[in-house]
C-alpha cells in the first residue's frame, strides 16, 4: 500500500510522534509511506527511516492557503500513486479531503481532539474510517458530529517502548522529590493549578522539585507570564524549573518520581501518561476526557477532579510518604502499556484500518418503489450481493463489503427477511421526510453514512437527487431527462423492448455484474405459512382441494389494467364446475369490488382475502395457488417470484418490457392498433375487454396440465 499522513507540523507532540512512528513501521513492512506537514524538527528522523516528505504550508488557517493547497496535494497523490490519505488535523483534513475527491482515493482521519462543535470541524468526521483515541472522543463524535458508529474506529495513542528504560520508584537515586508537568503552556493544560497544588506540597515535602516541561505559543506568551508570576508569588522561584521544549523526553521521565496532568478540558488521550507508566513513573491525572480509558484510580495511576490544587496536593503527599502504592502503580502501569499501548499494537491495528478501508465497500442501492418494480429488483439485489459478499469474522461481525437497501416506508415488508441486504434504510415520503425539508433531512443522513457507491434503480428526479447528495464518489444509473446528468457512471435509457430485469442488469454491467439469473425472490416467514394456512382452513379449503388465485384489480391509478369484473364473475362459476375453489386478492380499496362480485355468482364460494393479508402472507396464499390470475400488478410478479404457474393478461402495457418470462407463465395480450398506449384512463380499455374468459380457461387449464 501506499500511504499519505497529512499534518501541521513535525515538532514534537503527540501526533507528531505518532505519525513518524506509524511511518516508519509502515516502510519497515514494505510499504510506501509518505507525509506531508508544515516541516520541523522531526523531518530528519522521518526521512531517516525511509518516508518520503513534502513541506507545504498546510498548518495556515487561510482560506486561500487550503484552496491553493489542494490541487498541490493532488499532485502529490497522483505521483505517489497513493492508495488511503490519512488526515490527523483539520486544515490539513480540508485540504486532503478535496484532493481524495478528485482523485477518488481513500480518505480517513484521526481524531486527535475534542473538537468545538462548529462547521470548520465537521470534515473530521467524513473518513472512511475516523479513528479515535479514546471512547470519550468515539461517542464525542457521534453524538455532536452525527459519525455513524460503524465508521468509528478506536486506535490509543502509542508508546516506542525501546525509547524508555523502565525504572522502579524505589531504585531511582536523587536527593530530591521530583514532580513534573509536560506540555503545551496553555489555560487547557491546568498549570495553574498545578502550581496551587504544589504551594501545598512543598509545605509537607521539603526537597521538593518542580519540573515544568514544555513552551508556550507565541499567542499564549501573557498565559506563559502570569504562572511564572504565581510561581514566584507562592515562593517556589527555587524549587521549580522551566525547561522549555524538550526532545529528550525519556531521560526526562527517567529524573521524575512523580508526573501530573493538570488537564481542565476533555483530554484526546494523554500521551504522556503512557509514556510515564513507559518509564516507571507514577502518575496522577484529572479524571477528563480519554484520561479515564487509561487509568483505573488505585491501580495504576490516581484521578482528580479538574481544577482542584487541594485533592491533586493531597494525592501527591499520598504518594511521596507510600512508597508501596508508588510502586505497585508503577508496575500495574507499565504492564498495562505493554499489554494495550506498545506502538507496534497502535501501528498493526491501524494497518488494518487501512486494509479493511480499501478492501469494504459501502453500497447504496435506492429502488422506493413500486411493490412490484422491488420484487423485479431481486435479481439484481442477488447478484450486487455475490459480486460484493460480506462475511462473518470469528467474533460474529460482519466484515467486508456492506449493503444498505433505500425503499419507501409503504414497501419495507418485502425485504424485511432478504439476506442480501446488511441494513434496510426507510423514507417515509408521506410523515417524517415530507416536503423539502424532510427531503433535505433524508439526504442528510444518507450523506453522512458515506457510501462509496450508488446504485439507482429507480431512475426517477428523487432518487437522482438523493444519489447526488450522498456526494458518492460513484453514482451509477440511467442517464434520462429525470436529472440523469447528476449521476456520473450513467447509461442511455433507450426504452428498449427488454424485461425489466435485464433493464436493470444495463446499469450493473458497468459494474462488472452480468446477468446469470432472473429468477424473482420473496422471503416470507414460517409464521405467515402458518397464517395462510389457518385462513384457508378457517374458508373450509381441503388441503386436496386446487386453488385458483384471482387478483381483481391492478390498480385505483392504472384502471386501464383491470379485466373486467364480469368477466372475473364468469371465470369464477367457470373454476367451480371444474370442482376447484377461487381465492380473490386485492387491497382494501378492493373489497368493496370483492363483495359485490360475491353476491353476482351463485354456483361458487370465492374466498375473499382482500385486505386480509401483509406482503408476504399474500406471497404465501399464492405459493399454495394452482395457478394464479392476475393483470399486470405486483401480485403477478409475487406469483413469478413464489413459483406458481401464472396467467398474466396485459392491454395498455408491453410484457415484454414489465414480465419476466418464466416456463409456467401464459401471457395474453390482444394485439389493437393502440398497443401499447401506456394511457391510465380510456374509454373503451377494449385491449382488456377482448380478453375472453374462454382464453384464459384455456391456459389455466394448459398450466395445471
Not at 484532493?99 to 473538537?115: E, L, N, P, S
Not at 473518513?127 to 455532536?144: E, P
Not at 427477511?417 to 434496510?424: A, T, V
Not at 395474453?668 to 380478453?691: F, N, T
Request: net charge positive; proline share 4%.
Amino acid at each position: 500500500m501506499n500511504i499519505l499522513q497529512i499534518l501541521p507540523e513535525l515538532n514534537v507532540g503527540g501526533v507528531e510522534t505518532g505519525t513518524v512512528d506509524l511511518a516508519k513501521y509502515l516502510v519497515g513492512l514494505g510499504h510506501k509511506a509518505v507525509v506531508v506537514s508544515g516541516g520541523g524538527e522531526l523531518v530528519k528522523e522521518l526521512e531517516a527511516g525511509g518516508v518520503v516528505h513534502y513541506q507545504l504550508p498546510v498548518h495556515k488557517k487561510s482560506i486561500f492557503t487550503i484552496f491553493k493547497m489542494i490541487p498541490r496535494l493532488t499532485q502529490i497523490i497522483k505521483s505517489e500513486k497513493i492508495d488511503i490519505v490519512h488526515a490527523r488535523s483539520r486544515v490539513p483534513a480540508w485540504i486532503a479531503y478535496f484532493a481524495c475527491r478528485k482523485t477518488g482515493v481513500v480518505f480517513i482521519t484521526t481524531c486527535h481532539g475534542y473538537y468545538k462543535k462548529h462547521f470548520f470541524s465537521r470534515v473530521m468526521g467524513w473518513g472512511k474510517r475516523v479513528i479515535v483515541l479514546s471512547n470519550v472522543i468515539g461517542r464525542h463524535m457521534m453524538d455532536d458530529f452525527g459519525v455513524p458508529y460503524e465508521r468509528i474506529r478506536l486506535v490509543p495513542r502509542s508508546v516506542n517502548l525501546e525509547r524508555f528504560r523502565y525504572i522502579p520508584p524505589n531504585e531511582k537515586k536523587s536527593d530530591y522529590f521530583n514532580v513534573g508537568i509536560i506540555g503545551r503552556i496553555t489555560p487547557i493544560k491546568g498549570h495553574l493549578y498545578f502550581i496551587k497544588a504544589m504551594a501545598k506540597v512543598a509545605r509537607v515535602v521539603p526537597n521538593l522539585k518542580i519540573w515544568i516541561v514544555g513552551d508556550a505559543p507565541d499567542s499564549k506568551a501573557a498565559y506563559k507570564e502570569k504562572v511564572q508570576i504565581l510561581v514566584r508569588r507562592l515562593g517556589l522561584r527555587n524549587q521549580t524549573e522551566f525547561l522549555g521544549t524538550q526532545r529528550d523526553i525519556p531521560g526526562i521521565l527517567s529524573n521524575l518520581n512523580l508526573l501530573i496532568l493538570a488537564t481542565t478540558t476533555q483530554e484526546a488521550f494523554g500521551r504522556v501518561i503512557i509514556e510515564a507508566q513507559a518509564a516507571g513513573v507514577p502518575v496522577i491525572a484529572t479524571r477528563v476526557g480519554g484520561v479515564v480509558d487509561i487509568i483505573e484510580d488505585g491501580k495504576n495511576g490516581l484521578l482528580v477532579y479538574p481544577a482542584d490544587p487541594e485533592d491533586m496536593a493531597n494525592k501527591t503527599i499520598r504518594i511521596f510518604k507510600d512508597s508501596e502504592l508508588a510502586r505497585r502503580m508503577a508496575e500495574e502501569g507499565y504492564k498495562r502499556v505493554k499489554e494495550r499501548y506498545d506502538v507496534v499494537k497502535m501501528a498493526e491495528a491501524t494497518l488494518r484500518i487501512y486494509e479493511d478501508a480499501l478492501r469494504s465497500l459501502n453500497i447504496l442501492i435506492i429502488k422506493l418503489s413500486s411493490l412490484g418494480d422491488i420484487i423485479l429488483s431481486t435479481p439484481a439485489l442477488r447478484a450486487i450481493r455475490e459480486k460484493y459478499p460480506s462475511v462473518a469474522d470469528h467474533t460474529g461481525n460482519l466484515t467486508g463489503h456492506k449493503i444498505s437497501f433505500l425503499v419507501s416506508q409503504e414497501y419495507k415488508e418485502v425485504l424485511f427477511n432478504s439476506p442480501y441486504i446488511d441494513e434496510l434504510l426507510v423514507a417515509d415520503f408521506k410523515n417524517r421526510d415530507k416536503g423539502l425539508l424532510g427531503f433535505m433531512r433524508l439526504a442528510g443522513q444518507l450523506r453522512k453514512r458515506n457510501f462509496d457507491i450508488v446504485i439507482d434503480l429507480q431512475n426517477n428526479r428523487k432518487s437522482h437527487l438523493l444519489a447526488w447528495f450522498t456526494m458518492s464518489l460513484q453514482r451509477y444509473g440511467y442517464h434520462n431527462k429525470k436529472f440523469g446528468v447528476l449521476l456520473n457512471r450513467r447509461i442511455k435509457d433507450e426504452k428498449l423492448a427488454i424485461d425489466p430485469v435485464t433493464h436493470q442488469f444495463r446499469i450493473l454491467k458497468m459494474l462488472g455484474i452480468d446477468l446469470k439469473n432472473s429468477r424473482l425472490e420473496l422471503w416470507p416467514l414460517p409464521e405467515d405459512e402458518q397464517y395462510i394456512e389457518e385462513f384457508l382452513k378457517a374458508q373450509w379449503l381441503s388441503r386436496n382441494q386446487r386453488l385458483i388465485g384471482i387478483n381483481i384489480s391492478s390498480s385505483l391509478r392504472w384502471i386501464t389494467k383491470n379485466w373486467p369484473i364480469s368477466h372475473i364473475a364468469r371465470l369464477c362459476e367457470e373454476i367451480a364446475r371444474r370442482d376447484m375453489r377461487v381465492v380473490l386478492t386485492g387491497t382494501e380499496k378492493d373489497s368493496k369490488i370483492a363483495s359485490a362480485l360475491l353476491e353476482t355468482v351463485k354456483n361458487s364460494k370465492p374466498i375473499n382475502a382482500c385486505a386480509r393479508t401483509t406482503i408476504n402472507q399474500l406471497a404465501c396464499l399464492i405459493k399454495r395457488c394452482a395457478v394464479y390470475i392476475s393483470a399486470d400488478s405486483a401480485p403477478l410478479h409475487i406469483a413469478v417470484g413464489v413459483g406458481t404457474p401464472v396467467v398474466g393478461l396485459f392491454g395498455p402495457t408491453d410484457p415484454l418490457r414489465h414480465f419476466v418470462p418464466t416456463e409456467t407463465a401464459v401471457v395474453i395480450k390482444k394485439e389493437l392498433a393502440c398497443s401499447s398506449c401506456y394511457k391510465s384512463h380510456c374509454k373503451s380499455r377494449k385491449c382488456m375487454e377482448l380478453i375472453t374468459v374462454e382464453e384464459v380457461l384455456e391456459a389455466v387449464n394448459k398450466l395445471l396440465k
